[in-house]
């Protein structure tokens, strides 16, 4: 919220502030950088409403309402808080890489300068008509500046100068050179307070063309009051006195919003089933007295979220079996109440992370950069930017769901069709959906059939040479329990089948098992096959 403007403000809480950073952006010609700069604050704003105060604050951007007790005026007292900020990048690298990086940058100066002296003597050089039978593509890279220049227009200028003026083209050439010299560095987006304020005025009907009355940075009136710090004493509270407000012990919201967050998480529903509107359009608490206990307990604890994980899981409500009674059902058929644990699909990345987990293949690694998992072809082809997916190798090929890659315009495949979402706005609940779509990425995804092919080979490794043996570990690793008789009786009849199906096409089912030794193929690839039947059944997906 305002690691920036901490005493001495640290490289990592200066970049925990990139978490205001992640709104939309668009970087089309012709569009209005102010209007995009205000929509982003306005996301700001709607993600502070609705993920840490539980309040549905956009309605009164656009002007008040006759019921609700947040005003227009309040929304953009609020909106003043985020209305002071530059938006700049920081490199993380190491002190030496930046230091690098700089010396090259100063380099890539003093060659631009000598750069523009050779192109202005060749220019002068020119007549008129010279200059005018110059291709047009050069022409337009001319009348760029050096630094407006992409790799491309660079190159092809150099191309044509090199037979047309030779200090030129060696300096030019010097200036690519150092460029492929400066080392890339990675960089984080972070927030940072401007030395100037900016002044913030409502928008007339939401309309930042429009802008009326001058307000200053404040809190809802129906809320608790800033805190009594010396700035908001001198009427100039910042961020940092914001973000002590929200934590602040008489704040009525944010730990109640937080604790019924991690609740519905683990139950499915939170404690109050409106997650996102703790106003009075919302649901009431379904038990008032645990959710002030649980606000009061995460506060006293520190905020740390590993107590009230550790809290939540290890009590009797959450350790009750999902199996329902008739009673119950009559009574409360909707588990409002607790009396039984709800049945749930598990997430999209978890869902994932369990198939890496009994294939042998997890990477336990924590931190670091995002990864690329194999995915379906062409998922780029129908983006307006079509990119390159990297597949990653060795691994990071096989680290957990939450390091995969995102981009918002073609979000992962195999994550999107178990209802992850696709990060555009926040997300303060997922919808769990049941599709055949699903079925069939677990079957057929490329990723997760090379976890099948990995698991397979773990049965057979692992496992006495028995097929009864092998069905019962494996079915013991995918889902925690041994099969029963039926089930035992289902997959031996399975397996069995299988081997009869395949017996005596080895060359055709060689691809499916490109490591195994020729003499083994045949039970790798039909134990690949159970191992896709045991990753698809439903038990392996949801939480009982």
């Known amino acids: 919220m305002a690691g920036d403007l901490l005493p001495n403000a640290t490289m990592e809480q200066k970049i925990a502030t990139g978490f205001h950073r992640n709104t939309l952006i668009n970087q089309e010609g012709g569009t209005d950088p102010e209007q995009f700069r205000v929509e982003a604050i306005a996301d700001r704003i709607h993600t502070i409403g609705v993920g840490i105060l539980g309040l549905t604050l956009n309605c009164a951007r656009c002007h008040d309402h006759k019921y609700d007790p947040i005003s227009q005026k309040e929304y953009f007292q609020m909106f003043a808080f985020f209305n002071n900020q530059d938006e700049p990048t920081v490199p993380i690298a190491e002190p030496e890489l930046v230091a690098r990086q700089q010396a090259i940058r100063a380099k890539i100066r003093e060659a631009v300068k000598v750069a523009e002296a050779a192109q202005k003597a060749w220019l002068a050089r020119l007549t008129d008509s010279e200059r005018e039978k110059l291709p047009r593509q050069i022409q337009v890279i001319l009348n760029l500046g050096f630094e407006q220049r992409d790799r491309r227009q660079k190159q092809a200028l150099l191309e044509f100068v090199e037979k047309q003026d030779e200090a030129f083209y060696q300096a030019l050439k010097r200036i690519v050179e150092l460029e492929a010299q400066e080392p890339k560095l990675p960089t984080a987006m972070i927030l940072q307070e401007r030395k100037t304020p900016r002044e913030t005025r409502i928008h007339i009907q939401g309309d930042f063309t429009r802008p009326g009355e001058r307000v200053l940075p404040g809190v809802p009136s129906v809320l608790n009051p800033l805190p009594d710090l010396p700035r908001v004493q001198q009427g100039r509270p910042n961020r940092l006195d914001f973000a002590a407000w929200l934590v602040a012990p008489d704040n009525p919201l944010t730990a109640r919003v937080m604790v019924n967050r991690l609740w519905q998480h683990y139950f499915g529903k939170g404690l109050v089933e409106t997650e996102s509107d703790f106003g009075l359009q919302g649901t009431p608490p379904t038990h008032p007295d645990l959710l002030d206990w649980l606000a009061v307990e995460f506060r006293e604890c520190g905020w740390s979220l590993k107590h009230m994980h550790r809290l939540i899981v290890t009590s009797a409500t959450y350790r009750q079996a999902s199996r329902s009674r008739p009673e119950l059902l009559e009574k409360d058929p909707n588990n409002r109440l607790l009396a039984r644990q709800s049945r749930l699909r598990l997430e999209a990345e978890i869902i994932r992370d369990c198939a890496l987990a009994v ?32 597949t990653s190798t060795g691994p990071d090929r096989f680290r957990r769901g939450m390091y995969t890659w995102l981009w918002r315009s073609a979000p992962y495949p195999a994550l999107i069709v178990f209802d992850a979402p696709d990060a555009t706005t926040s997300c303060t609940r997922r919808v769990r959906s049941n599709t055949p779509l699903q079925a069939l990425t677990l079957l057929n995804d490329p990723a997760y059939f090379e976890l099948a092919q990995a698991f397979g080979e773990r049965i057979l490794r692992e496992a006495p040479n028995d097929d009864t043996l092998r069905i019962r570990y494996a079915f013991r690793l995918a889902l925690g329990r041994l099969p029963s008789d039926s089930e035992m009786q289902h997959l031996t009849d399975f397996v069995r089948k299988q081997r009869q199906a395949l017996r005596g096409r080895e060359s055709e089912i060689r691809p499916l098992a490109p490591q195994a030794p020729s003499e083994n193929a045949l039970d790798q690839v039909v134990f690949t096959l159970l191992a896709r039947a045991l990753l698809n059944l439903d038990e392996f997906m949801t939480r009982e």
Do not use: M, N
Not at 359 to 383: A, H, I, M, N, W
């Open 359 to 390: 294939s042998g293949k997890l990477e336990r690694r924590v931190g670091g950069p995002s990864v690329y998992p194999p995915q379906p072809d062409g998922v780029y082809r129908f983006t307006q930017v079509p990119r390159d997916w990297p």
